[in-house]
C-alpha cells in the first residue's frame, strides 16, 4: 500500500480522489501496488463524503508523517504552494501538481531539490490539462531535435474566439457568457490576456531547451482587441483567429510569444475549436505532430495527475531525468522574429494601397467593403521590418498570420 495526501480539495484535487476511488484496481495494476489517500488538507470540512475522516487543516501532519510517500498539490497560486511544495521535497516525499504558475516559477528549484533527494516532482496536468504533452516530451521524442512547440493551450480563449467566429458575437458578449458557463473566472485576466499562455508555453520551452525559461521574458499579447470586423476579414480569407503560445528554434536562437494568430484550413491547430486544446510538435526527424483534447476540466486533469503519481510509485527509489537546469535560456527579442502580418489600415485601398504596397512585400488586399478601411495580408518580413513600414500608414489593427 501506498499512502499519498492531497493538498487542496478544490475541482481537480477532489478529481483525483474521485478516480483513485473508481479506478482503483486499474492504478494498483499499473503502480505494482493500491495507493491510499491518507490526509486531505484544505480549509473546510467535507461531511458525508468519502474524506471526511482524512480531513487535516494543518501542513505539518502531512510533512511530519513518514508513511506518506506521495504529495498532491492541487490549491494552485504560489502561497502556500510553494514553501508547502519544498518542505515536501525535502522530506523526501515525491510530489505531483497541477499548478503551472508554480512550475513557471520556481519549477528549476523544486527539480533540482527533487534530484538531489532522489524523488520526484511531476507536473504533467500543469499544461494541457489531460492531454499527454510533458511525458512524450521527455520519453517518446527523445531522440528528437524539437525545432518547434505551438500551441492552443487555453480553453477559455480559445471558446471565446470560437463563439466570435461561428456567431459574429462580441469578445464582450462571449466573454459573460464563458463566465456564466464557468468557463471564465469572475476576474478573466490572466486568460484572456495571454498570462496563463504564457506560463505553459515558457514550460514547454524549458522541457524542449532544457534550460530555465523566464515567462517574464516572453512577448504577451491577449485576445480583448480581437473584433468582430477582424473575423469578418478572417472569413473572406476562409480563416480564422487562434490565441497560439509558440516557441520555435532556429540556428540556436529560441523565439518565444503569445499573441493572436490569423490561421488557415490547412494549418493543423485550424480546426481545434471551443474549450479543446490543441499542442504542435515539430521535430526534425518526426516533422508535426499533434496533441489534442480537453485542456481543463475535473477529470481530465485530474487523469494526468493520477498518471504522475502511478509514475512516482514506478520511481520510488529514483529520480526520473526529465525538466530543465538552471541555466538560462534567452529568449530572441521579439522583433528579430518574422512572420506575415494581417493590417487592418485607415481609407481605401484606391487611395492607400499603393502607399500600402510601397510599405509591405507581396501584399495582398481584402475589402470587407467599408468604406473608411481595408485590410492587406502581407508576405514574411522580420517583426523590426515591420514596424519601420507600418509606421507610415494609418494602420488600426494588426494580427499576426500563419496563412
Known amino acids: 500500500m501506498m499512502y499519498a495526501a492531497v493538498m487542496g480539495y478544490g475541482t481537480i484535487g477532489s478529481g483525483v480522489v474521485e478516480i483513485l476511488e473508481q479506478n482503483r484496481d486499474v492504478v494498483a495494476e499499473q503502480a505494482g501496488q493500491e495507493i491510499e489517500v491518507k490526509y486531505v488538507l484544505d480549509l473546510r470540512e467535507f461531511p458525508g463524503t468519502s474524506v471526511e475522516k482524512k480531513i487535516v487543516h494543518d501542513f505539518s501532519v502531512i510533512q511530519n508523517d513518514e508513511s506518506v510517500k506521495i504529495v498532491v498539490e492541487t490549491m494552485g497560486g504560489l502561497n502556500p504552494a510553494y514553501p508547502w511544495v519544498k518542505a515536501c521535497l525535502e522530506a523526501g516525499k515525491h510530489v505531483v501538481t497541477s499548478n503551472k504558475a508554480l512550475v513557471a516559477a520556481h519549477g528549476t528549484e523544486l527539480l533540482e531539490i527533487a534530484r538531489e533527494k532522489q524523488v520526484n516532482f ?32 487555453n480553453g477559455t480563449t480559445n471558446y471565446i474566439l470560437t463563439k466570435m467566429d461561428q456567431e459574429g458575437a462580441s469578445f464582450e458578449e462571449v466573454l459573460k457568457e464563458a463566465q456564466a458557463l464557468g468557463y471564465a473566472e ?24 532544457g534550460k530555465e525559461v523566464n515567462y517574464e521574458d516572453i512577448h504577451t499579447e491577449g485576445i480583448t482587441k480581437i473584433t468582430e470586423e477582424d473575423f469578418q476579414y478572417a472569413d ?85 531525468p526529465m525538466g530543465w537546469t538552471a541555466e538560462k535560456q534567452v529568449i530572441a527579442p521579439m522583433n528579430t522574429s518574422s512572420c506575415r502580418y494581417f493590417v487592418r489600415i485607415s481609407g481605401r485601398p484606391e487611395t492607400m494601397g499603393k502607399e500600402a504596397e510601397k510599405a509591405f512585400v507581396n501584399i495582398q488586399t481584402i475589402d470587407i467593403a467599408d468604406e473608411n478601411e481595408f485590410a492587406v495580408l502581407t508576405g514574411e518580413m522580420t517583426e523590426e521590418s515591420f514596424d519601420r513600414a507600418k509606421a507610415a500608414l494609418p494602420v488600426i489593427k494588426v494580427i499576426r498570420a500563419e496563412i
Open 122 to 153: 511531476l507536473f504533467e496536468a500543469s499544461v494541457g490539462g489531460g492531454i499527454p504533452i510533458i511525458r512524450p516530451l521527455y520519453r517518446c521524442l527523445m531522440g528528437e531535435k524539437i525545432e518547434e512547440v505551438t500551441g492552443i493551450l
Open 186 to 209: 469572475r476576474n478573466p485576466e490572466a486568460d484572456v490576456e495571454g498570462h496563463d499562455t504564457c506560463r505553459k508555453i515558457a514550460i514547454l520551452t524549458a522541457m524542449v531547451t
Open 236 to 320: 473572406k480569407l476562409g480563416a480564422s483567429i487562434k490565441l497560439f503560445g509558440s516557441s520555435q528554434i532556429k540556428d540556436g536562437n529560441v523565439h518565444a510569444w503569445v499573441a493572436p494568430v490569423m490561421i488557415g484550413p490547412e494549418h493543423p491547430l485550424f480546426a481545434v475549436n471551443d474549450v479543446y486544446n490543441g499542442i504542435m510538435v515539430k521535430g526534425n526527424m518526426l516533422g508535426t505532430t499533434m496533441f489534442y483534447g480537453r485542456g481543463a476540466g475535473k477529470l481530465p486533469t485530474a487523469s494526468a495527475v493520477v498518471a504522475d503519481m502511478i509514475e512516482a510509485v514506478q520511481n520510488m527509489e529514483t529520480n526520473v
